[in-house]
């Protein structure tokens, strides 16, 4: 049984850092892209960042860039995103998903999915 459990969420005010992580177990974990995506109220889910199985590709949104870190430590089967200068924008539901297929790094389509890890950023 495949489970992803996220964790590390909170507030935090405007310019501050939250690390992200996300314990897998169940699956091979170096055969699969990792990737974090967050849903705000009243918008759609968006991939925030990917990382590939080696940990040598890495995707990510292009408001986050410079910001965040996606990193995984395949010893432990988790994948961390490190959040830094954290804005309002930045408020969302943040969820942990895994894929196992060869999508571009870009890809939305994911196979199995955490419940997610709120992250409110106060102004």
């Known amino acids: 049984q495949v489970q992803l459990v996220e964790s590390g969420g909170g507030l935090v005010q405007a310019g501050g850092s939250l690390r992200l992580s996300c314990l897998t177990s169940?699956?091979?974990?170096?055969?699969?892209?990792m990737g974090w995506f967050r849903q705000a109220p009243g918008k759609e889910r968006e991939l925030v960042a990917a990382?590939?199985?080696?940990?040598?590709?890495?995707y990510y949104k292009d408001a986050v860039k410079g910001r965040f870190t996606i990193s995984r430590d395949n010893a432990r089967n988790t994948v961390v995103l490190q959040m830094n200068r954290l804005n309002v924008e930045d408020t969302a539901l943040y969820y942990c998903?895994?894929?196992?297929?060869?999508?571009?790094?870009?890809?939305?389509?994911?196979?199995?999915w955490g419940q997610g890890t709120q992250v409110t950023v106060s102004s």
């Open positions: 998903a895994a894929d196992r297929r060869s999508l571009p790094m870009g890809s939305v389509e994911y196979e199995y």
């Open positions: 169940g699956l091979t974990f170096t055969s699969y892209r």
């Open positions: 990382i590939s199985g080696s940990g040598i590709l890495t």
